[in-house]
């Protein structure tokens, strides 16, 4: 498979487009002047102590006061807030931990005003991102993400990926970071340091302690509510945590962040510094990827599949549901199997969605019915896997009784929306209408269906006057690469009468191609 990442920026913010085998799989924004990043750690003051909920909003210096709930307090909360205390009270001038004594640790079942006082200070770091119209989200349990290794302070233990299945290889990690660790610093090892040699982690595991003391310098100097400690921007982190063996390409149109991304590869993987290049065509960078028009064709209330199957997603204020039709060209013959192909299809294409939306919550997809057990067991299992590159954390429940699949899935950013409706023409914005972009998509589809349905028969397609110009348009034009493909000329006839996004085809006779054939 071949993995790509583009990156757009401006001035305004930076978009951020994953391509798996030239198709979007996944699309991230971040504006320039963003101030909350999932990452950051701040000190925050306890503003508000909320029992019925079992949480506390704070103040962290950020418009609206950030959400911390008992659940995300951590274990070691009270080690978490003696250090706070005495690094803001002046009693405490080293970053270490070698000699600190570790609190006995909080219980799950407790009450949030049993552990946190009003008006106290308190280290914090950003677990979710404001969201409509709530603050940030907050977490006690702090750890500073690298590479290779997540450094984890108020903690011994020594944890390592479940991805790393070699059980020689987890012995030799554990033995290699315990001798290097300091005391009073857990560490996790990530799924990059499988095969990595004790210098570079003993080098990464340096880069990390000293982001934690310039975290406490910051919180000695200031002791007060504010950002102690950025994440690195979304870019990088990105690569950080996405960059695998198998990317093939990074591609940036502007100069300093292509300079920033190739520094962070020299000195993090210096084997992938190559594959970076930057991008100096005519054309806008996605526009040369082929993202602009995917992004037109995928976030829209729809979503149509090759086979002619759509997707319709829908957003509540309590979840996502997603309705899977046939559209009009199963076949009625061996209708069961037909279904379990469109399911299977639209399965992929949910997963797909569900990462390039960056969709989180509850999400209840409703398939189409099948009758036999095996094959709902078959789907289940295919969503699983087809879900299993997205690094948000997820889980997946069997179809229920009804026909129902439900998934929950990490949310840490808001949804990712773009509009896929331009102005009307015809009644000058007062309605909205799909993108041309997409109405020539599902006509080139149904075109082709048409000619495999029909390969021996005339026929000409009527279309508004706006679209038979372009279609028309330039040498060759979008009718001559028809002709080109299918070896057959297609007719076109400008018709006023018809919608700008609509079409028909006729045959010789005159008489109305139906597309409504199947189920």
């Known amino acids: 498979m071949e993995k790509e990442l583009i990156i757009n920026s401006n001035n305004k913010k930076v978009d951020v487009a994953i391509l798996e085998d030239k198709k979007l799989v996944e699309y991230h924004q971040q504006d320039s002047d963003s101030k909350i990043v999932v990452g950051d750690i701040y000190l925050g003051r306890v503003k508000k102590l909320v029992p019925g909920l079992n949480a506390a909003f704070l103040d962290i210096g950020y418009s609206k006061d950030a959400f911390l709930h008992y659940s995300d307090l951590g274990p070691k909360l009270p080690s978490v807030k003696k250090f706070t205390n005495k690094a803001t009270s002046g009693h405490n001038t080293t970053w270490r931990l070698n000699d600190y004594d570790l609190n006995e640790e909080i219980i799950k079942t407790g009450r949030i005003d049993e552990v946190l006082k009003k008006k106290g200070l308190l280290l ?35 944890t390592i990926s479940k991805k790393v299945s070699s059980n020689d290889e987890r012995k030799r990690l554990k033995v290699l970071i315990e001798s290097i660790k300091p005391a009073n610093f857990g560490v996790i090892l990530r799924t990059a340091a499988e095969g990595k040699k004790a210098a570079d982690l003993h080098e990464e595991l340096n880069e990390l302690l000293e982001n934690w003391k310039k975290m406490f310098q910051n919180m000695i100097k200031n002791r007060k509510v504010g950002k102690l400690l950025s994440e690195l921007d979304m870019t990088e982190s990105l690569i950080r945590d996405i960059l695998t063996d198998d990317f093939t390409r990074i591609a940036v149109n502007d100069k300093d962040l292509y300079g920033n991304i190739k520094k962070f590869l020299d000195h993090a993987i210096p084997e992938k510094a190559k594959i970076v290049q930057m991008y100096n065509g005519r054309q806008a960078i996605f526009d040369t990827f082929g993202i602009t028009k995917q992004i037109k064709a995928s976030f829209g209330k729809t979503s149509t599949m090759n086979s002619g199957a759509y997707l319709v997603i829908e957003h509540t204020e309590a979840m996502h549901v997603i309705d899977v039709n046939s559209g009009p060209k199963v076949s009625t013959q061996n209708q069961q199997d037909a279904v379990l192909k469109v399911n299977m299809e639209a399965a992929k294409e949910i997963a797909r969605q569900l990462r390039l939306r960056d969709i989180g919550g509850l999400i209840i997809i409703d398939f189409i019915d099948m009758r036999k057990y095996e094959h709902r067991k078959a789907l289940f299992h295919q969503m699983r896997e087809f879900m299993s590159p997205d690094h948000a954390q997820h ?9 129902l699949m439900q998934i929950t899935r990490q949310r840490v950013r808001p949804e990712v929306k773009i509009a896929t409706a331009e102005v009307c023409p015809s009644c000058n914005g007062t309605g909205k209408i799909n993108s041309t972009i997409l109405t020539i998509d599902e006509l080139e589809r149904d075109l082709e269906y048409v000619i495999k349905l029909r390969p021996n028969t005339r026929f000409e397609v009527k279309i508004h006057p706006f679209l038979f110009a372009y279609l028309k348009k330039g040498f060759p034009s979008r009718q001559m690469n028809w ?4 070896k057959k000329w297609i007719k076109i006839q400008p018709d006023q009468n018809l919608p700008i996004n609509q079409y028909k085809f006729f045959d010789s006779q005159g008489e109305e191609i139906n597309m409504e ?3």
């Open 517 to 519: 054939i199947g189920d």
């Open 124 to 158: 914090v770091q950003i677990l979710k991102e404001p969201i409509s119209t709530k603050g940030p989200r907050l977490t006690c349990e702090i750890t500073i993400p690298g590479r290779l290794l997540v450094l984890v302070p108020f903690s011994n233990i020594v």
């Open 395 to 403: 889980t997946i429940l069997p179809l229920s009784k009804f026909g």
């Open 483 to 486: 002709f080109m493909k299918y």
